[in-house]
Every structure is written in structure tokens, then in C-alpha cells.
């Protein structure tokens, strides 16, 4: 959540560098935008505005000085409204101290309160604007000092970026919330959010980690321990993503081109390294206690991968949310295994699931997208889902990825890995037959027929039930339409009285003993006036439209998700959303 970007180096071009890559970071947040350079002359401009920064085209005239030194923010907003104020940076009331951050300052009101009292004013509602304050009181010390000295007194979670008009340098430093230092070979460095930011200008990157600082100046990186002061010597990792990858290429938007990919990326994870899934297997089969955890529609894989160890390796595992996760604290303990899935690998209540796990002497592996993520470094043993970069919002390659290593995992526990990597490779190719323009304008004529609708109900039973939950988000998060998942069984228990004439409800189906009962719970709805749609390998009498989707056993829910994912992508074409950026999201949630 919120994206930072900064640049120090040899080029006066600065600022535009910073807007460049804050566009590459917007997925992160894109209420409202700001961006500081600094003159040679040690004038400090601040440029900040509210709206999406991949709509502006250039910078006010008196930004583009030449400037060696900026920094910027695309902001998700926490504390504070939606406004220009609000908006990052923030600085001391003469523009002398600058900072972005991300993350939360816990205890920012009664700091506040007391710079209040001390003479210093605020201009906005934010948490993030103490940090400069709390900066300018010991600014006399240098800004090194005075800015670990802030350090000391802030706590939550997060990443804050400094630079004052005194001195020639930026500083940085984390705590839960992910910043990584990319190193060109002309000497300048960048300080992000996230990779793809630098990705054009290098891939060679070094890795902030939590409570460490960085001071970027002429003399390079230098890395600083915040609690000893020590400095600390950090290996330069050559990263191997293509530039292209984060790019949307001739598709339109960033969640249809990954729809589309995930020809490619099924087959990756089918891929996935066999010792590594091996000695997660034995991992698992060792473990006095296997938890998933995730958020999201992580938290919706997790719960399918219940079903799946259920069904194919006969293994009990535990599923929480990762904002939950709390509730397992009195039964970990240092022979438990925690399974992590996450896209980004930097979703905060995930990582606190993890911290707590290890504090107890637990072992962590993740299911991870970003491989350079915090929770992969966290992690004992990493199983990388090598998707690419996932920028639309809404989850979709990663999602399937990740049911695809949870299923190669409960047949390895089962010690039949090969079985589950055949079964797997046999839908590929009816995914790929799946992906054509003719399903997509067929799922797109049920979009037009369904875009007004005020409700949508999914169902489903067995696997098919968190697919039912994850399929809700999809389409609450690009649609606006209300939907909701529900287990086919407990329908009649209570929300079968928000069936009325013509709501529709997607129907679940696979070829398994649930078969029967979800068609006569379609059938239940369908007598009370609901619009049937059924996702199934076959057509069936009660369904007033059938998107057919491949027979595929215990691959069903990797094939039942596709076409939802399509539908929520076309309803928010037809509702006139942008699907990329959903209203009050953003992708990577770093705060809890
Ligand atoms: C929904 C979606 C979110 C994420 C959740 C966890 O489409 O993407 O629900 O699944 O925020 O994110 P990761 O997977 O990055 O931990």
C-alpha cells in the first residue's frame, strides 16, 4: 500500500525520474500523488495533487529544474481524507525537512500533541506528517541523527523516506513495510516500494531489511542498524525479471493480460522444483501442526488447499486468515509448520502471522509470487510461484498458481507427486483451449445480461465452496455489484431470503459426490426466482446459462475460477470501472 520511489544520482532530471517510476508504482495507491526535487542551490520544490499519477503528463514547470535528489509517494489513504494536504510529501512548516511513508504511526497523536505544544503546526490530517517534525527537533544534530532519533519514537509499521535542504543525501529506513535500493552502473541509486520501479534502469538491487536505515549520498548506499548505530554491509543481487513483464503490452488493462497468462503460468508452477516440493512434503508429513495462512483471496486458496489435503493426501491442516492467525498462538510450537500464501509477500497481517510463528520456534515456508518479498526472506524454504508481476488489484495468475502448488503438494504428501504433476499438465492444454476470444465474448454477453444486477450469489460445495468466496471478491472488487459465496448446503439455513425474481447465482459444479446436491441446491433458488448460472463440464436443466468448463477432477477449482475471473473483468467494462485500480484498494496491503 502506497508507493515510494527516489532517485539520487547523476542525472538533473530527477523529478521526471521519480514520476516514471511512481506510474510503475500506482498500483500500490492512487488517491492522490506528490513528488520533491531538490536544487543544486538546496531549494526544495514539492509538487502534490489528488487523482491517478498515470494520468499526468508533466510536472509543473518550476519541478523540472535540474535536480540530482527527489522523491515521491502514490498514496492509499489511512489516516486523513482523500486531499491535496494529505496528499505525500509532507514537510516542517518551512520546507526545510521532507518526507513519504507508508505504513501507520501508531502512537502519531500523541506525538502530535506534543510537537502542538512545542510550537510546531500541521497542515494535515496524517500520521506521516509528525515524522518531519519530529526530524526538525534535533535537526541541529544533523539529519542522519535526527532522523534516527525519530525512529526511536514513532512504532507500527512502516517505511519512511527523509531528505532535508541542508544536506545532499536521502535517508530510509523500515519496519514491516518493504523498501529495496536498486544500484545502476552510473553510480545513482534509487530507494522503492517495489523492483519494477527501477527495473529499466537496473537490476541490480540491495535489500532493506526491518529496522535497518540507508543513507543515499555521494559517497553511495551505506547501511545502518537502527537500534547499535553499526553500519552493515549488504550483498548487491542481480534480479532476473524482464522489464516487459510489468508492462500491460497491447492488452488494455493489466487484469486481462493476466487472465490471459495464466496459460503460462499453471505450467510454471507445474514446474515447480521437485526436491523443493519434497522436502516441504516431509516438512509437512513431520509437522506436529500444519497451518495455511493468508488474506484475501490468498485466505480463499488456503481454505481450497484444506480440501484438497483432505481429499488427496488425507492430511488435516489448519487454515487461517492471516488477521486471525492469532487464535493459533496457544498451539504453536517449535515442531508446527506455517504455510504462507501470498502474491505480494508483503501483506502485513500475514507477516505478523509469521512473526509470531517463529517467535514460537515454528517453521515457515511461503507460496510466494514476489521472490524478493519480505515473507520469502522470511521463510525457511521458499516455493516461488515464478508468475511474474501481478499489478492488477484484483489476484488472478497468482491465485491460480498457487492452487496448482497447494494440489502438487497434497499429492506429494501422498507420495504421488507424479500423479498430481499428470493430472495437472492434462487440463493445461484445456486451459489454453479455455482462454480464446469466442468463451471470452460468450462470458461477455452474460456480463451485459447481468451488469445491473443489485446481488450476485455463488455457490458451491466441497473445493467449490472457498472458489464460491473467492469468486465473490472478484467481482465485489472490480464490479461494485454486491456478491457473496456461500456453501451450497447452508443456503437454505438463512441466505436463501436474498434470493429474489432474478438474482443471479453461479453455480459451482465439478464431477464429484457433491454433483447432485449443488444441482438441487440451484434448484432450490431457481423456485424462488433466481437466474441460474451454472459453471460446469456439463449443461444441466436447471441452469438458464452454462459456461462449460473442463472436466478436471481435483483441478476443478483452478478451471471453475477462470471464468468468473473473465466476468468480474467485463462487468467492470460494462459498469464503466477502471479493473486495474478498483475504488479503495490497492494492491499490497502493508497496513493491518
Ligand atoms: C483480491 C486480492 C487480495 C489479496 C490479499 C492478499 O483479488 O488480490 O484479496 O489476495 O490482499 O495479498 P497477497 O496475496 O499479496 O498476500
Known amino acids: 500500500m502506497c508507493g515510494i520511489f527516489s532517485y539520487f544520482g547523476p542525472s538533473d532530471k530527477a523529478a521526471e525520474i521519480v514520476l516514471k517510476g511512481l506510474k510503475k508504482l500506482e498500483y500500490r495507491g492512487y488517491d492522490s500523488w506528490g513528488i520533491a526535487a531538490k536544487s543544486a542551490s538546496g531549494d526544495i520544490k514539492i509538487e502534490k495533487h489528488v487523482g491517478k499519477i498515470s494520468e499526468v503528463i508533466s510536472l509543473n514547470s518550476e519541478m523540472m529544474m535540474p535536480s540530482h535528489l527527489a522523491l515521491g509517494h502514490s498514496r492509499w489513504a489511512t489516516h486523513g481524507g482523500v486531499t491535496q494536504y494529505n496528499a505525500h510529501p509532507h514537510s516542517t512548516e518551512n520546507q526545510d525537512i521532507i518526507v513519504v511513508h507508508n505504513g501507520i504511526f501508531e502512537n502519531y497523536l500523541e506525538l502530535k500533541q506534543s510537537l502542538i505544544e512545542k510550537g510546531h503546526q500541521f497542515r494535515s490530517e496524517t500520521d506521516s506528517e509528525v515524522f518531519a517534525h519530529l526530524i526538525e527537533e534535533n535537526i541541529k544534530l544533523g539529519l542522519e541523527k535526527a532522523f534516527k532519533m525519530a525512529c526511536d519514537m514513532v512504532t507500527g509499521r512502516y517505511a519512511i523516506l527523509a531528505m532535508s535542504k541542508y544536506e545532499n543525501k536521502i535517508i530510509a529506513a523500515r519496519r514491516g513495510s518493504p523498501l529495496i535500493i536498486g544500484k545502476a552502473q552510473d553510480g545513482a541509486h534509487f530507494i522503492a516500494s517495489d523492483v519494477p520501479a527501477f527495473l529499466e534502469y537496473t537490476k ?19 547501511f545502518f542498524d537502527l537500534a547499535s548505530e553499526k553500519q ?38 507445474i514446474n515447480l522444483d521437485t526436491e523443493k516440493i519434497m522436502e516441504v512434503a516431509k516438512k509437512i508429513k513431520g ?14 486458496v488456503a481454505m481450497v488447499g484444506e480440501y484438497l489435503f483432505s481429499e488427496i493426501a488425507k492430511k488435516h491442516v489448519n487454515v487461517k486468515f492471516g488477521s486471525e492467525f492469532k487464535s493459533a498462538k496457544n498451539f504453536l510450537t517449535d515442531r508446527s ?3 504462507a500464501i501470498s502474491q505480494s509477500g508483503e501483506t502485513a497481517d500475514t507477516l505478523e502471522a509469521l512473526e509470531m510463528a517463529k517467535s514460537k520456534g515454528a517453521t515457515i515456508v511461503s507460496i510466494v509470487n514476489v521472490e524478493t518479498s519480505t515473507m520469502a526472506r522470511y521463510s525457511d524454504i521458499v516455493l516461488p510461484l515464478k508468475a ?17 502448488i497447494l494440489t502438487l503438494l497434497a499429492y506429494a504428501v501422498a507420495d504421488k507427486l507424479d ?3 499428470q493430472m495437472l499438465i492434462a487440463i ?21 445480461e447481468i451488469k445491473d444486477s443489485k446481488d450476485i450469489v455463488i455457490i458451491g460445495r466441497g473445493a467449490n465452496f472457498p472458489i464460491a468466496l473467492e469468486a465473490a471478491i472478484k467481482l465485489q472488487e472490480v464490479s461494485y455489484i454486491h456478491a457473496e459465496g456461500f456453501a451450497g448446503g447452508e443456503l437454505k439455513h438463512g441466505p436463501i431470503a436474498l434470493i429474489s425474481e432474478g438474482t443471479p447465482c453461479i453455480v459451482l459444479v465439478s464431477n464429484d459426490e457433491s454433483k447432485q446436491e449443488i444441482l438441487s441446491n440451484a434448484m432450490e433458488v431457481k423456485s424462488r426466482g433466481g437466474f441460474i448460472v451454472g459453471i460446469s463440464p456439463e449443461n444441466a436443466e436447471v441452469f438458464d446459462i452454462w459456461i462449460k468448463v473442463p472436466d478436471a477432477g481435483f483441478a476443478s477449482p483452478i478451471v471453475n475460477i477462470i471464468p468468473i475471473q473473465i466476468l468480474a473483468y467485463k462487468l467492470a467494462l460494462a459498469r464503466q470501472n477502471n479493473p486495474d485500480m478498483p475504488r479503495n484498494l490497492a494492491k499490497s496491503v502493508t497496513v493491518k
Open 204 to 222: 541490480d538491487v540491495m535489500y532493506l531489511d526491518d529496522n535497518q536505515m540507508v543513507v543515499i549520498s555521494d559517497e553511495g548506499a551505506n
Open 287 to 300: 509437522a506436529y501442526g500444519t497451518y495455511f495462512v493468508g488474506c484475501g483471496t490468498a485466505g480463499k
Open 232 to 269: 552493515i554491509e549488504k550483498r548487491v543481487i542481480s534480479i532476473d525479471w524482464k522489464e516487459e513483464m510489468a508492462d500491460k503490452g497491447d492488452y488494455q488493462h493489466f487484469m486481462m493480460k493476466e487472465i490471459m497468462e495464466q496459460k503460462e503460468t499453471i505450467t510454471k508452477a
Open 337 to 339: 509448520l506455517v504455510i
Open 419 to 421: 500423479e498430481g504433476r
Open 388 to 404: 511474474g508481476p501481478e499489478k492488477a488489484v484484483a489476484s488472478t495468475k497468482a491465485t491460480t498458481s498457487q492452487i496448482a
Open 428 to 448: 493445461e492444454g484445456q486451459i489454453n483451449d479455455m482462454l480464446n476470444p469466442r468463451y471470452e465474448e460468450r462470458i461477455n454477453s452474460l456480463s451485459e
